[in-house]
């Protein structure tokens, strides 16, 4: 069925280091793609998203584009800060128009200074 | 964009009682709502998706009879856990789509402890 894989974490980095995190899916046609974020806590905040092929999303310094032919959207930022630690999500619409929304298992990111 | 307000943050409550968890949409007329339950390891799992004035559709494997959800208004799901038990403590978000236009937004979560 449809789904979702990043990386498994925790990732760990120092601060002004660069970040990747992957993510690919599995769908029928064409999904849209997003990033989520969650703070220690909180509930879920939208980071990025891309709705077609070679769809670039960004935000805060983050970055992810989606690529049909490796079925990815990775999330890069080109240097992390302390404040960007949290688990973020990789998630996908399985082509519903944002009918239905399932999240990968999440990466957790920590950022030392 | 939307906003969605989840209450209680957090709630405990004693093993074989009901909690009720409520989902609205402040600014938007939310036909569809999600309910999501959150592991341990920060895994979501999407249990139900709340269609206003319709029964909910719950995922493969989720007790219907023990996650009632109901959506009476374009602004309001609840999620009960009935006679809840310890395994059911967890952290519980909702959700909504407003289409392409709005996209989906999520409450804060519901810390749900049963002792």
């Known amino acids: 069925g449809d789904s979702v894989t990043q990386m498994e974490g925790p990732v760990t980095l120092s601060e002004e280091a660069f970040l990747t995190i992957n993510c690919t899916y599995t769908?029928?046609?064409?999904?849209?793609l997003f990033w989520y974020v969650q703070y220690p806590g909180e509930g879920l905040q939208l980071l990025l998203k891309?709705?077609?092929?070679?769809d670039k999303g960004s935000n805060k310094g983050f970055e992810a584009t989606y690529r049909k032919e490796t079925t990815s959207f990775h999330l890069e930022k080109g240097s992390v800060q302390v404040s960007d630690s949290a688990v973020y999500f990789c998630?996908?619409?399985?082509?519903?128009?944002?009918?239905?929304?399932?999240f990968g298992t999440g990466t957790r990111l920590l950022v030392s200074p | 964009g939307a906003v969605v307000s989840q209450h209680p943050s957090w709630v405990i409550c004693k093993s074989g009682t009901s909690v009720k968890i409520e989902c609205r949409s402040l600014?938007?007329?939310?036909?569809?709502m999600f309910w999501y339950r959150q592991f341990p390891k920060q895994s979501l799992m999407l249990m139900a998706t709340?269609?206003?004035?319709?029964?909910?559709?719950?995922e493969q494997g989720v007790e219907k009879d023990k996650f009632l959800i109901n959506h009476a208004s374009l602004t309001l799901s609840t999620l009960t856990v009935t006679s809840a038990h310890p395994e059911d403590s967890s952290f519980y978000i909702c959700?909504?789509?407003?289409?392409?236009?709005?996209?989906?937004?999520f409450g804060s979560g519901t810390r749900l402890t049963v002792v």
């Open positions: 600014d938007f007329q939310a036909t569809t």
């Open positions: 959700g909504i789509t407003g289409g392409e236009t709005y996209g989906y937004t």
């Open positions: 709340s269609n206003e004035g319709s029964k909910a559709t719950y």
């Open positions: 891309a709705t077609k092929a070679d």
């Open positions: 998630a996908q619409d399985m082509n519903t128009g944002f009918q239905k929304l399932v």
């Open positions: 769908a029928t046609g064409y999904p849209s």
